[in-house]
């Protein structure tokens, strides 16, 4: 992955980011799709993701902060659902449930009500049970998790209610191995009763167990892992990818999958501030601050998820990611300017030597020789020993004003009868050679045609590039069609161009890009 711009912003709470990567972990382990008396399917995440290494862009400060991964435990699963539980539970009816607050919830008559949001705390023994009720209206996003001291190994099973025969059926678990390891259950679940058991397998001590439900996303893929990660279609996409940060441990998976070395930009809107987007490489994760990057051929995976822990189980963001244009595998070509709404993305290197646009190498080469009877026309650009493109402000603007440049921008060609575009976004370029004349103009009319001869060497043109193959299309100017016949270019600059390097005095701006 080539990164545009820096890839860190500033501090992350590590604390809270380890937690929700554990989370994740955890919860990618034990995902289901809940029917009453139905049998769940667990799916295991990759955790190995095969991605090339992260390039920054240059002449930018970077702040290189690895979030790293926390280990996932080993997990075994038992098809029945009960691996280390082999009890069968039964209520006296639902209606004799016992709503009280208090610690004796030993049995499932007992069961104390948890609400969406809420966390219980309670305390443990080994083959202890602590139980806990909750009732779901219409089909919702579940996740429960189970934190515990490190002196305390505390499995978590969750049970659906039979009301007819009071039987409590376990349906998942999360029995991860190790005191003060972490247990958590998610997935999308139908409307019925539910049941929490927390049993001590191992030593004593303290839990808290948090519920966190959600309608809002449930109709969008469940996407809380690698394996299940909402495919993106990497295109420029208007609409967006909707989706809800539903508990503190809710971290969303994005997968975007490029044939081609693509310049992409990502955009997280409608939310906290406090949620981001990061690329996530299997080992690491790694904040995207500036929302450009370059990606590689292949397939890329991105999260979102909340850096503090807040959440809304019914407030959703909205993910844009834009496959602007591609660009470029040069690892020289580090620099860039880029048009996102006219798809153009220009890029060169510190030597000002290789140019590309979308990925094409530029061709500055251009030639319009044509002979009749009364008039001969040599019009070429060629790239001289000290051929350059305006890049810099001051290069453009320095000059007197009928050879001031414009430094790289996106055109939107309306019509030319000279080069017959009509409706193309392009490139334009402006190029010189001080020292040698790289652009002629040689028009010889004879006869009654002998007021058309014009005949000059210039040290600069302004240049229409075509983006789709990175030729010259155009000369906008000196045109001498345009300028002494009766030909016509008509063209706008409805969008701006972002200069990804110091353009002005060899400095960032201050007050914008203009």
């Known amino acids: 992955m080539i990164l545009f711009l820096t890839i860190f912003s500033g501090k992350v709470e590590n604390k809270m980011v380890k937690r929700k990567l554990l989370a994740m972990l955890m919860a990618a382990t034990v995902l289901f799709t809940a029917s009453i008396g139905s049998s769940m399917n667990v799916q295991a995440a990759e955790n190995d993701v095969n991605v090339d290494s992260v390039t920054t862009f240059e002449n930018f400060e970077q702040e290189a902060i690895e979030i790293p991964t926390v280990e996932v435990p080993e997990i075994t699963y038992n098809a029945e659902g009960n691996e280390k539980c082999d009890k069968t539970f039964f209520i006296d009816g639902i209606q004799t449930l016992d709503m009280n607050d208090d610690e004796d919830n030993t049995d499932p008559n007992n069961a104390v009500e948890i609400l969406n949001g809420e966390k219980k705390t309670n305390s443990l023994i080994i083959d202890e049970f602590r139980w806990y009720h909750f009732t779901i209206e219409q089909l919702s996003k579940l996740t429960i998790y189970l934190e515990m001291d490190d002196t305390i190994d505390a499995d978590l099973y969750l049970l659906s209610l039979n009301a007819d025969s009071g039987e409590l059926s376990i349906i998942e678990t999360s029995l991860n191995e190790g005191t003060g390891v972490d247990e958590a259950i998610a997935g999308k679940i139908e409307a019925g009763t539910y049941f929490i058991a927390v049993s001590g397998y191992e030593g004593s001590g303290n839990f808290s167990l948090g519920l966190y439900t959600s309608t809002r996303d449930v109709d969008y893929e469940f996407n809380d892992s690698l394996s299940t990660a909402t495919e993106v279609s990497g295109v420029f996409d208007l609409n967006g990818t909707c989706g809800v940060i539903d508990s503190p441990y809710d971290v969303d998976f994005y997968k975007l999958t490029l044939s081609e070395a693509s310049a992409v930009r990502f955009e997280l809107k409608y939310t906290s501030d406090k949620y981001a987007v990061y690329y996530y490489t299997g080992n690491a994760m790694y904040a995207i601050k500036d929302d450009l990057y370059a990606l590689d051929e292949g397939t890329h995976y991105f999260v979102v998820l909340s850096t503090d822990g807040s959440y809304s189980a019914t407030r959703g963001y909205t993910l844009y990611i834009h496959n602007i244009a591609p660009v470029s595998t040069d690892e020289t070509a580090r620099f860039y300017a880029v048009c996102d709404r006219a798809n153009i993305v220009f890029q060169f290197n510190g030597d000002r030597t290789n140019f590309y646009v979308n990925g ?155």
């Open 360 to 514: 094409n190498e530029i061709d500055f080469s251009f030639s319009y020789k044509r002979s009749s009877s009364s008039v001969d026309y040599d019009i070429s650009l060629r790239r001289t020993s000290n051929f350059n493109v305006c890049l810099l402000q001051t290069e453009g603007t320095s000059l007197p004003l009928e050879y001031q440049q414009v430094i790289p921008d996106a055109v939107h060609v309306l019509n030319s009868s000279f080069s017959g575009i009509k409706d193309k976004y392009v490139l334009t370029l402006s190029v010189f050679d001080w020292s040698t004349p790289c652009y002629w103009i040689h028009v010889r009319g004879t006869g009654s045609s002998s007021d058309m001869t014009y005949w000059k060497d210039l040290n600069m043109a302004n240049l229409y590039i075509d983006p789709d193959t990175g030729k010259v299309i155009d000369i906008e100017w000196y045109n001498y069609f345009y300028e002494n016949l009766n030909y016509r270019l008509t063209f706008t600059r409805p969008y701006t161009m972002k200069y990804y390097y110091p353009y002005w005095n060899g400095e960032e701006p201050k007050g914008g890009d203009d």
